[in-house]
């Protein structure tokens, strides 16, 4: 079937602007995860769903993120007031939890949505 | 923060030869990822080993897993060219073993044909 995609490919926007990013997950897999990665750098954890609500969102850096995913679906991961410093490939990826929950399972990755703020 | 941490940073080697990359990791786990990354796109899942398993095999891969150390090992036999990437090695930390995910800064494997 489909994997995870992600739109839109590259984004690029002013400072100060408002920006969302879209992640489609695997069809039925309940958990669904936002990384941030900057150049040379890993994946930095942002926010977990399991099903609608953010089960762990403690890796968002500061209130201008935050990210939805009303129908247990797709995810908008919502940026206010970019900065430069916002700047990087932000990955989104979903996995299927087993029965004894947690990450057991392999996450499936996107491609990522680059952002650039000018 | 990052929670694994890989080594070397960059690794160069012919076609045909092993690739050995490490990676070190702090708190206690309950299994351990391994991912490839080709152009800063898209990781892909490699490998799974849990805290009870101490090695494991997939194709061309080999991965170890000691918790005494709190490190693992990736090997690559007979490289090629294609496997030119990234590799992450990624632990899951929360009250049930994962709610995040802690990749480490990835060792950049160059394949020389």
């Known amino acids: 079937g489909a994997g995870v995609s992600q739109t839109p490919s590259n984004k690029v926007t002013e400072k100060g602007k408002y920006v969302e990013l879209r992640c489609d997950p695997i069809s039925g897999h309940t958990a669904l995860y936002w990384y941030r990665q900057s150049l040379g750098q890993g994946p930095e954890f942002l926010i977990y769903f399991q099903g609608t609500g953010a089960a762990d969102d403690s890796g968002l850096p500061n209130d201008r993120f935050f990210a939805v995913r009303p129908e247990g679906s797709v995810s908008t991961l919502k940026i206010q007031r970019t900065e430069r410093g916002d700047s990087a490939v932000y990955l989104c990826a979903s996995s299927s939890l087993g029965l004894a929950g947690g990450s057991q399972e392999t996450q499936y990755f996107g491609p990522g949505t680059r952002l650039l703020v000018l | 923060s990052q929670q694994g941490e890989e080594d070397p940073q960059a690794l160069s080697i012919q076609e045909g030869e092993n690739a050995t990359m490490n990676c070190s990791y702090k708190?206690?786990?309950?299994?351990l990822q391994w991912y490839r990354q080709n152009s800063g796109r898209g990781l892909v899942h490699l490998i799974l080993i849990r805290s009870n398993e101490r090695e494991k095999h997939s194709g061309r891969l080999r991965v170890t897993l000691d918790t005494s150390k709190k490190s693992s090992s990736l090997l690559i036999t007979a490289s090629r060219a294609a496997d030119t990437a990234s590799y992450f090695c990624?632990?899951?930390?929360?009250?049930?073993?994962?709610?995040?995910?802690?990749f480490g800064t990835g060792t950049s494997l160059t394949v020389i044909p």
């Open positions: 990624a632990t899951p930390e929360g009250p049930r073993g994962g709610n995040q995910f802690y």
């Open positions: 708190t206690s786990i309950n299994n």
